[in-house]
T-cell receptor, first 110, second 114 residues
Framework: EDKVVQSPLSLVVHEGDTVTLNCSYE??????LLWYKQEKKAPTFLFML????IEKKSGRLSSILDKKELFSILNITATQTGDSAVYLC??????????FGTGTSLTVIP | GAGVSQSPRYKVAKRGQDVALRCDPI?????LFWYQQALGQGPEFLTY????????KSGLPSDRFFAERPEGSVSTLKIQRTQQEDSAVYLC????????????FGPGTRLTVL
């Protein structure tokens, strides 16, 4: 059964801390791995990863994919209260199905 | 507006009622997806359209769920004889092409079945 597992389920940190969010996947006919940020509304796209070992960066956020070990990490450095959200990981297969994890709930305390 | 819109934003239904949820994707987007998101869970795939063709409906939980996109733009998700376990947020997402990864999500419809 295709699935995506994220860890930790929740995380509480102080402003300025660095966090690492984990995503492992088991998806037949894997195509790409995507990260989303979900606040109290619909998910917004962060990154798409298709190749192993190539880091994607956007400001304080970065992500990398390991297709051999079937996982991805999302790093957030110098966290801010505005980073508080649920971070969703999704694996897309070649048939256009997207499999989402349950998300990691991040709370950044001032 | 330039984004995906959904209506209604909130729907309360009595058990057994039929409901229809509407999604207006971004103009020109070929692909359209429906997801069901229960509280505290990630979105669960329901169905996928490429233009008007429903290419994958493997995620629809039962034959009470039906989706259509007759003209390749607006889509409707219909749930017949609603049950309490249907209570969830129903998210619609669209993407530009058939092989384009970035999905743009609508705000969702929160369905509560009493």
């Amino acid at each position: 059964e295709d699935k995506v597992v994220q860890s930790p389920l929740s995380l509480v940190v102080h402003e300025g801390d660095t966090v690492t969010l984990n995503c492992s996947y088991e998806v037949t006919n894997f195509r790409s791995l995507l990260w989303y940020k979900q606040e109290k509304k619909a998910p917004t796209f962060l990154f798409m990863l298709t190749s192993s070992g190539i880091e994607k960066k956007s400001g304080r956020l970065s992500s990398i994919l390991d297709k051999k070990e079937l996982f991805s990490i999302l790093n957030i450095t110098a966290t801010q209260t505005g980073d508080s959200a649920v971070y969703l990981c999704a694996a897309r297969d070649t048939g256009n199905q997207f499999y989402f994890g349950t998300g990691t709930s991040l709370t950044v305390i001032p | 507006g330039a984004g995906v819109s959904q209506s209604p934003r909130y729907k309360v239904a009595k058990r057994g009622q039929d409901v229809a949820l509407r999604c207006d994707p971004i103009s020109g987007h070929v692909s359209l997806f429906w997801y069901q998101q229960a509280l505290g869970q990630g979105p669960e795939f329901l169905t996928y359209f490429q233009n008007e063709a429903q290419l994958d409906k493997s995620g629809l939980p039962s034959d009470r769920f039906f989706a259509e996109r007759p003209e390749g733009s607006v889509s409707t998700l219909k749930i017949q004889r609603t049950q309490q376990e249907d209570s969830a947020v129903y998210l619609c997402a669209s993407s530009l092409g058939a092989n384009y990864n970035e999905q743009f999500f609508g705000p969702g419809t929160r369905l509560t079945v009493l």
